[in-house]
């Protein structure tokens, strides 16, 4: 089981790891301009990631369903799963790029952009959009491979796409000298040819499931899941998603209405960087719990389902607690990357000072990440629907009543409490419900 695990999740760490990096290549290509580029590029990225990440139920849910499929051995439930996420993945796409005027001044309100910052942010913005048609596409191409229990393909399409963009970024920002909007273009560029390798992965792929497919004597083109389940799950995840989105955009928000300048934001973006290299790293064995908790719910295997999820238990809280020491240990090395002291030495200072909330962020919001790869593995949408709900609103109620009065402080106190909350909440319903 530990092979099983490792073999998932270390592509998946290594794919997972190089997203943060790029986002992090991009921060550090901005501080050497000034603090105000990188709080917008930090902006930016929310803004566009507040459309972008609303959508990645598309990922998750083909992932779940894949691989229950997976486990039964239905090839036709496999490819009908991949046939409508990639329908509804090109609707989306469709929708985003008529609407993104709208969607831009959504996200000023939601931010709460001060002035001097929107210009910037809008350049980042409608560029990044560009991307959104290859981006949805590929959610849906890494959760089908997920599912089917392969992590290479993610992680070389991934590495691929990452080596682009930080070559694509460097050149129009280092050469060409294209500041906010060469970063913005490098992400479109690579987007595309991300999804041209995709499609030859797919190719491949799809040789392997007509081969399982006479094996087992089904017939490839059969419809087998129902709609109706696939439109639930999604919908499901979905208003997970916003609420997941809304949490972050309201810490921007509340972020920007506070009366501590600049700085502090840039360093909020550079300190949330490293939330970002925490779950994308954790989620390794996310990714890993989605693949086999679908697999051995859909084989009907209950011991090698809860041997599974207590080994990536042990796993992930075990890489939780290497981020907590290196981020303890290694600030001095790690902060001026992102805001050299001769450039943004005021930014530096306050992601110093703040830089032990991260400490203790890596150790109490681990477990929610491994419980949300559980339960997409488990189908079991609804769950995760209602206790986001319950927990985003205990993390409203958590701010008004107590984090406003404490500025800086009280915001990253009650974004930890609202992750120890969603995990609670997760594993009280597991309880309550049986889920396993």
């Given at each position: 089981?530990?092979?099983?695990?490792?073999?998932?999740?270390i592509?998946?760490?290594?794919s997972n790891?190089?997203?943060?990096?790029?986002?992090?290549?991009?921060t550090?290509?901005?501080g050497g301009l000034?603090?105000?580029?990188?709080a917008?590029?930090g902006l930016?990225?929310?803004?566009?990631?507040f459309?972008?990440?609303?959508?990645?139920?598309?990922?998750m849910?083909?992932?779940?369903?894949?691989a229950?499929?997976?486990?039964?051995?239905?090839?036709a439930?496999?490819?009908?799963?991949?046939r409508r996420?990639?329908?509804?993945?090109?609707?989306i796409?469709?929708?985003?790029l008529l609407?993104q005027y709208?969607?831009?001044?959504?996200?000023h309100?939601l931010?709460?952009?001060?002035?001097?910052?929107?210009g910037?942010?809008?350049?980042?913005?409608?560029?990044?959009?560009?991307?959104a048609?290859a981006?949805?596409?590929?959610?849906?191409?890494?959760g089908?491979?997920?599912g089917?229990?392969?992590?290479?393909?993610p992680l070389l399409?991934?590495?691929i796409i990452?080596?682009?963009?930080a070559?694509?970024?460097?050149?129009?920002?280092?050469?060409?000298?294209?500041?906010?909007?060469g970063?913005?273009w490098?992400?479109v560029?690579a987007?595309?040819?991300?999804?041209l390798?995709?499609?030859?992965?797919?190719?491949?792929?799809?040789?392997?499931?007509?081969e399982?497919?006479?094996?087992?004597g089904?017939?490839?083109s059969?419809d087998?899941?129902?709609?109706?389940d696939?439109?639930?799950?999604?919908?499901?995840?979905?208003i997970?998603?916003?609420?997941?989105?809304?949490?972050?955009?309201?810490?921007?928000?509340?972020?920007?209405?506070?009366d501590?300048?600049?700085?502090?934001v840039a360093?909020n973006v550079i300190?949330?960087?490293?939330?970002?290299w925490?779950?994308y790293?954790?989620?390794?064995?996310a990714f890993?719990?989605?693949?086999l908790?679908?697999?051995?719910?859909?084989?009907?295997?209950?011991?090698?389902?809860?041997?599974?999820?207590?080994l990536?238990?042990a796993w992930?809280m075990g890489?939780a607690g290497?981020?907590?020491l290196?981020y303890?240990?290694?600030n001095?090395?790690?902060?001026?990357l992102?805001?050299?002291?001769?450039?943004?030495?005021?930014t530096?200072?306050?992601a110093s000072?703040?830089?032990?909330?991260?400490?203790?962020?890596c150790l109490l919001?681990?477990?929610?990440?491994?419980?949300?790869?559980?339960?997409?593995g488990?189908?079991?949408?609804?769950a995760?629907r209602?206790?986001?709900?319950?927990?985003?609103?205990a993390?409203?109620l958590?701010?008004?009543?107590?984090?406003?009065h404490?500025?800086?402080?009280g915001l990253?106190?009650?974004l930890?409490?609202?992750?120890?909350?969603r995990?609670?909440?997760?594993?009280?319903?597991?309880?309550w419900?049986g889920?396993?």
């Amino acid at each position: 089981m530990n092979r099983q695990i490792l073999r998932l999740a270390i592509p998946n760490i290594l794919s997972n790891l190089s997203v943060p990096l790029l986002s992090s290549y991009d921060t550090i290509l901005m501080g050497g301009l000034s603090g105000a580029h990188i709080a917008a590029v930090g902006l930016g990225s929310m803004a566009f990631n507040f459309v972008y990440w609303n959508f990645g139920f598309l990922r998750m849910s083909t992932t779940g369903i894949t691989a229950q499929a997976f486990g039964r051995e239905d090839v036709a439930g496999q490819l009908a799963t991949l046939r409508r996420a990639a329908a509804l993945a090109a609707i989306i796409a469709v929708g985003l790029l008529l609407l993104q005027y709208p969607l831009a001044e959504l996200t000023h309100f939601l931010l709460n952009l001060r002035e001097g910052q929107v210009g910037m942010v809008d350049q980042y913005f409608y560029i990044r959009l560009w991307a959104a048609p290859a981006a949805l596409l590929q959610m849906v191409l890494f959760g089908w491979f997920f599912g089917r229990q392969n992590a290479t393909f993610p992680l070389l399409l991934t590495l691929i796409i990452n080596v682009a963009n930080a070559a694509l970024s460097y050149y129009l920002v280092q050469q060409l000298e294209w500041g906010i909007e060469g970063v913005a273009w490098g992400t479109v560029g690579a987007q595309y040819l991300g999804v041209l390798c995709g499609a030859g992965f797919l190719w491949r792929e799809l040789v392997k499931t007509r081969e399982e497919a006479s094996d087992t004597g089904q017939t490839a083109s059969a419809d087998a899941p129902a709609l109706s389940d696939f439109i639930r799950i999604n919908r499901d995840i979905f208003i997970r998603t916003v609420c997941l989105t809304l949490s972050f955009a309201f810490f921007y928000n509340r972020a920007n209405a506070l009366d501590v300048g600049t700085s502090v934001v840039a360093a909020n973006v550079i300190l949330l960087q490293l939330v970002n290299w925490l779950s994308y790293g954790v989620d390794g064995f996310a990714f890993a719990a989605e693949s086999l908790v679908g697999r051995y719910q859909g084989a009907g295997d209950a011991g090698a389902l809860r041997r599974a999820i207590r080994l990536i238990f042990a796993w992930g809280m075990g890489l939780a607690g290497v981020y907590a020491l290196v981020y303890g240990l290694g600030n001095t090395a790690i902060l001026p990357l992102f805001a050299p002291a001769s450039s943004a030495p005021e930014t530096l200072a306050a992601a110093s000072r703040f830089l032990p909330v991260i400490v203790l962020f890596c150790l109490l919001a681990t477990p929610c990440y491994l419980l949300d790869g559980i339960f997409i593995g488990l189908t079991a949408s609804r769950a995760m629907r209602q206790t986001m709900l319950l927990a985003f609103a205990a993390y409203l109620l958590s701010y008004y009543a107590i984090g406003q009065h404490y500025g800086n402080w009280g915001l990253w106190g009650c974004l930890t409490f609202f992750m120890v909350m969603r995990a609670g909440m997760m594993g009280f319903w597991w309880r309550w419900k049986g889920l396993s």
